[in-house]
């Protein structure tokens, strides 16, 4: 169920960087944590509809109107590589 | 004047700088110099702010100082998540809950250690190493927010903030024998909390006893625009459940929460707390929460989807760690595989894989309607009774090191707080007593939808009947040789 393959896959979904050491560190862990949750196929929840949250507010929204923001240089700062106002990164179009 | 405050409440020190016995300015020192000298043992703290950060405002707890989980983020002050991927990051600005706090004149310390992005339930996920307990330096302090759970039993600091998802704030407290409170989803506003299940996160205090832990929800509480799951409900005054009147009060005790998989001693504990509320007038009920045995494993689909997704941010690009590279594929690839820990890599792969297309229907919408059928158990018991009394974990605190290699089990010891979050009700951990060990013991009261006050009354009125929350875990100033081995 949990194999190589599958593993490989979701880091790359995921995009995280995994050498073959953890893969087979992973497989008996995860195979076992998805083995333990496949215990939900045991309810019937034809009839039951999702909660995807706890809140009960819907729609929340606020008047379209600009408020000022002074953060672009404090966010900048934090980025690792930055250059004119912009977040650098390696190139993407050839 | 007083030399020793550490077995003042927060809010005993609070009356004491207003009427003029203390400064606020003294107090900190004292708290900053009782860090000095312990916290090289406990590795509590992430970072000390010899300089405390607050405002001159006015509330029932102005001048006190606190300690912050790791989590949340405060303008102008690093925020790591115990995590190496975030390890240089400065918070751009304040979270809503420090505006409060600092309007509320609150003087902030400090933050403190976690699992590495409120992963776990040991705090031996962080990137800078444990926490250990103060109860037994060999043991856990829980987590994530073992930092503050630790730092508040060791009264390094009177209270702090904490942050719960499936148990955070709650298993913690019971492993340092103190107050954790999570309130009901959208009593605290998440802004400014770095997520991790949108869904299921919330703030709470953790605090020596409950008035203290009433005086900080009132601060805390409230309808936020910046959080729009925030819920509009107007926040009562807490400090008037402080009131030991529970006769009538009707206590449920969920049988899934006291069979097989809780440690014996630790029932025996939890029976003995129970006569405190039967004694007082309560109305002790048997009921069910039929679906229990499924909670762990929806949660740890939900929370974990939810994780990869919120995760998804640390890229290298916007935020501390960078591992460069020739293209932008690898970029994100090395920073995550660098920068994330283990448990991290494990919660976004389980969430990424329940995600995934092919199984999406299977796990994550499954998951989702299993908590429909979860809240829906709490929905029908809260019809009979007022409050829920369980227990907050099977176990006392384990060793460091015992349950890190087996992440199962370390997932099926969040089963009885675990409901709490998917059905976003209100809980909360207290001292209950000790095991022969003398290793703390938590008892929890579960409370209905924006059902705080009951639990506070509960709560404040087995206190004045228990000294549990007032015995000081067996620390002593460390020796000179220990202090130079301060990790800060």
């Given at each position: 169920m949990v194999d190589k393959k599958t593993v490989?896959?979701?880091?790359?979904?995921?995009?995280?960087?995994?050498?073959?050491?953890?893969?087979?560190?992973?497989?008996?862990?995860?195979?076992?944590?998805?083995?333990?949750?496949?215990?939900?196929?045991?309810?019937?929840?034809?009839?039951?509809?999702?909660?995807?949250?706890?809140?009960?507010e819907e729609n929340v929204l606020r008047e379209d109107r600009v408020a000022g923001s002074s953060y672009r240089d404090k966010i900048l700062n934090n980025s690792p590589l930055r250059e004119d106002g912009y977040f650098k990164i390696p190139r993407v179009i050839e | 004047m007083r030399d020793d405050f550490s077995s003042f409440t927060g809010y005993d020190i609070a009356r004491a700088i207003k009427n003029g016995d203390c400064s606020s300015e003294e107090i900190c020192s004292f708290y900053l110099s009782r860090i000095k000298n312990i916290d090289s043992v406990l590795h509590s703290f992430v970072e000390v702010y010899h300089e405390p950060v607050g405002e001159n405002g006015e509330s029932s707890l102005s001048g006190v100082p606190i300690a912050i989980k790791d989590n949340i983020c405060i303008e102008g002050r690093?925020?790591?998540?115990a995590s190496k991927i975030l390890s240089s990051h400065i918070s751009v600005y304040d979270a809503t809950v420090i505006r409060k706090?600092?309007?509320a004149g609150l003087k902030i310390i400090g933050t403190t250690?976690?699992?590495?992005?409120?992963?776990?339930?040991?705090?031996?996920?962080?990137?800078?190493?444990?926490?250990?307990?103060?109860?037994?330096?060999d043991c856990v302090p829980g987590g994530s927010s073992g930092g503050s759970a630790a730092a508040v039993a060791?009264?390094?600091?009177?209270?702090?903030?904490?942050?719960?998802?499936?148990?955070?704030?709650?298993?913690?407290?019971?492993?340092?024998?103190?107050?954790?409170?999570?309130?009901t989803y959208g009593r605290v506003s998440r802004f400014g909390l770095v997520a991790f299940g949108s869904s299921l996160d919330q703030i709470g205090p953790i605090t020596t006893n409950f008035v203290d832990c009433a005086h900080l929800l009132n601060i805390i509480c409230g309808i936020d625009p910046y959080d729009s799951t925030s819920s509009r409900r107007p926040v009562p005054d807490f400090t008037r459940s402080l009131v030991p009147e529970i006769r009538g009060l009707k206590i449920g005790l969920p049988r899934e929460y006291f069979g097989e998989g809780l440690d014996r001693e630790v029932e025996g504990v939890l029976k003995e707390a129970l006569m405190v509320f039967e004694k007082m007038g309560a109305e002790v009920y048997?009921?069910?929460?039929?679906?229990?045995?499924?909670a762990v494993a929806a949660y740890y689909i939900i929370a974990p989807s939810e994780a990869s997704s919120n995760l998804q941010r640390f890229d290298g690009i916007k935020y501390g760690l960078r591992v460069a590279s020739d293209d932008l594929l690898s970029?994100?690839?090395?920073?995550?595989?660098?920068?994330?820990?283990?448990?991290?890599?494990?919660?976004?792969?389980?969430?990424?894989?329940?995600?995934?297309?092919?199984?999406?229907?299977?796990?994550?919408?499954?998951?989702l309607k299993v908590r429909t059928l979860i809240k829906k158990d709490f929905d029908e018991v809260f019809k009979k009774v007022d409050v829920l009394f369980t227990p907050t974990s099977p176990v006392a605190a384990f060793k460091i090191g015992e349950r890190i290699e087996d992440p199962l089990s370390m997932y099926l010891s969040d089963v009885y707080t675990i409901s709490a979050n998917l059905a976003g009700v209100c809980a909360v951990s207290f001292p209950c007593g000790f095991t022969k060990n003398g290793l703390p013991v938590g008892g929890q009261l579960i409370g209905r939808p924006f059902g705080e006050e009951d639990i506070i009354r509960a709560g404040f009125?087995?206190?004045?009947?228990?000294?549990?929350?007032?015995?000081m875990p067996p620390l002593s100033l460390v020796t000179e040789e220990q202090k130079d081995k301060s990790w800060l």
């Open positions: 490989k896959y979701v880091a790359n979904l995921a995009r995280i960087g995994i050498s073959d050491e953890e893969v087979e560190y992973l497989i008996p862990q995860l195979s076992r944590i998805i083995s333990y949750i496949d215990k939900l196929k045991e309810l019937d929840v034809s009839d039951v509809e999702p909660t995807r949250g706890a809140t009960r | 690093k925020i790591t998540c706090l600092k309007s250690n976690m699992d590495e992005f409120a992963f776990g339930s040991s705090t031996e996920n962080s990137c800078y190493g444990p926490t250990h307990n103060p109860w037994n330096t060791a009264r390094l600091v009177p209270f702090a903030l904490g942050s719960d998802t499936g148990g955070s704030i709650r298993q913690p407290a019971s492993f340092c024998g103190v107050v954790g409170f999570k309130p048997d009921v069910s929460l039929p679906h229990t045995e499924y970029l994100y690839k090395k920073t995550r595989d660098e920068g994330f820990g283990r448990e991290s890599k494990r919660r976004i792969f389980l969430g990424t894989y329940s995600l995934s297309s092919g199984y999406y229907d299977a796990y994550y919408l499954r998951a009125s087995f206190q004045t009947e228990t000294d549990h929350h007032k015995r």
